[in-house]
């Protein structure tokens, strides 16, 4: 059995033993992600923050071993969110009816818009505050990263001291992107409403298609020159080599519907979805690379969960910034892509004690890229 279906399983059925430490959300356009800590009273000892300090590492750091569990649910079933952070008394600590009075969480840490537009609901559904942060800032935080290229996935390692300037593009169902100079040193330099929300969006007009993952399911099968009009339909055939543009690189995205004297229903639905992935990744991946341009940035992370880790968006975000950059600039990835923001508000929290969370079981979150509902075991170290 994969491991994340017996996390899952534990999630849904949770042990009485454990404790919820920590909830934060981010309530996104298109979805809602939450992040909590869970700890089992009978793993390793070390029973609550308050007792942080009895535990220390070589490094002298306290340390609380736990798993960090990943929610996600549609920004349109908020409902479905709010049930299961009631089944789960996750507002209530998780098992807080055994600790007794006075443990009841008041304030949950939330980013996203709908920090600000759900805040009453969730006073009133389930009593808690939302203590909100600013999305931006909850983006930016340390993850480890890996490039994509031909279907391989490379794992880099980056110094702290070579980190800065880099970009950071958020695809979520907007796109942001940040410059980021130093640690919690940032700006939003620039963005475009062409993203994650815009392919999905389109896409379903487009193909019928009723769930994301249909429809990213459907452009795997596709041929996107079907309906691309490529630089080759246009030089009958031939490569327009003198300006370096082969016959098969997409001229006119969805050109090809002009001429062809076909309806929507005569094209087939997954080339339409091949068509707008590429469009949709390309366009943001060239005005990523122009952004690094401008500001001389090398490094272009991409997060947010359009990726989900999906080969075919990564290598088409990839190859755009390959292709404008002429191999200078390297798109890179991060392993939590959809809840950087999540955990950015989760670990705002222990702003003032959190020395740094480490995931002890990455293999654990490559295997459940499919189900993006994950469990990890980490380590708090608390400074
Ligand atoms: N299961 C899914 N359901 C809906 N959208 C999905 C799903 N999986 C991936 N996506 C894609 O991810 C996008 C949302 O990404 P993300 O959660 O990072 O952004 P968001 O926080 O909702 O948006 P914003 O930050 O712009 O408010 C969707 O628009 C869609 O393209
Ligand atoms: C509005 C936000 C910041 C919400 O996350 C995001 O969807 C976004 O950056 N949209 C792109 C807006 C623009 O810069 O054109």
């Known amino acids: 059995m994969d491991p994340s279906e017996i996390e899952t399983e534990r999630e849904l059925n949770p042990n009485q033993s454990d404790r919820i430490y920590h909830l934060?959300?981010?309530?996104?356009?298109?979805?809602?992600?939450?992040?909590?800590?869970?700890?089992?009273?009978?793993?390793?000892?070390?029973?609550?923050?308050?007792?942080?300090?009895k535990s220390k590492t070589s490094s002298g750091y306290p340390v609380l071993k736990g798993r960090l569990q990943f929610k996600k649910f549609e920004t349109s079933k908020i409902?479905?969110?709010?049930?299961?952070?009631?089944?789960?008394?996750?507002?209530?600590?998780?098992?807080?009816?055994?600790?007794?009075?006075?443990?009841?969480?008041?304030?949950?840490?939330?980013t996203g818009g709908?920090?600000?537009?759900?805040?009453?609901?969730?006073?009133?559904?389930?009593?808690?505050?939302?203590?909100?942060?600013?999305?931006?800032?909850?983006?930016?935080?340390?993850?480890?990263?890996?490039?994509?290229?031909d279907g391989q996935k490379e794992f880099v390692q980056i110094e702290p001291d070579d980190l800065y300037p880099y970009l950071l593009v958020n695809i979520g169902s907007g796109v942001g992107i940040l410059k980021v100079d130093g640690d919690g040193k940032f700006e939003r330099v620039s963005g475009t409403s062409i993203g994650g929300g815009t392919f999905w969006g389109l896409g379903k007009l487009l193909t019928k298609c009723k769930s994301f993952d249909d429809l990213l399911e459907l452009s795997y099968r596709g041929d996107n020159s079907a309906i691309d009009m490529l630089v080759g339909d246009i030089y009958g055939g031939m490569d327009y080599s003198k300006v370096g543009l082969s016959s098969t690189i997409i001229a006119s995205s969805f050109g090809k519907a002009i001429s062809d004297k076909k309806e929507l229903e005569d094209y087939k639905p997954e080339d339409i979805a091949r068509s707008l992935l590429r469009m949709i990744s390309n366009n943001i991946g060239q005005i990523s690379y122009l952004n690094a341009l401008q500001f001389g940035v090398k490094r272009i992370f991409f997060s947010g969960f359009f990726?989900?880790?999906?080969?075919?968006?990564?290598?088409?975000?990839?190859?755009?910034?390959?292709?404008?950059?002429?191999?200078?600039?390297?798109?890179?990835?991060?392993?939590?892509?959809?809840?950087?923001?999540?955990?950015g508000a989760f670990m705002s929290s222990y702003k003032q004690d959190l020395h740094e969370l480490l995931v002890d079981q990455v293999d654990a979150v490559n295997k459940t890229q499919a189900s993006l509902d994950l469990s990890i075991d980490c380590t708090i170290y608390a400074a």
């Not at 409902?79 to 055994?98: A, P, Y």
């Not at 709908?114 to 340390?142: P, S, W």
Request: hydrophobic share 40%.
């Open 24 to 53: 934060a959300v981010d309530f996104g356009g298109s979805l809602v992600k939450l992040v909590y800590f869970t700890k089992n009273d009978d793993d390793e000892e070390i029973p609550h923050r308050m007792a942080l300090a």
């Open 79 to 110: 409902n479905d969110c709010l049930e299961f952070i009631k089944s789960m008394k996750l507002h209530l600590g998780g098992c807080q009816q055994q600790d007794g009075p006075g443990t009841q969480i008041t304030a949950v840490k939330a």
């Open 307 to 343: 990726i989900r880790s999906h080969p075919f968006t990564m290598d088409t975000l990839s190859d755009a910034v390959n292709f404008w950059s002429k191999g200078e600039a390297k798109a890179m990835f991060l392993r939590h892509e959809g809840f950087l923001g999540a955990v």
């Open 114 to 149: 709908g920090a600000y537009k759900y805040a009453d609901l969730f006073k009133e559904r389930l009593g808690i505050t939302l203590d909100k942060e600013d999305e931006m800032d909850c983006l930016v935080v340390h993850q480890e990263a890996f490039t994509y290229m």
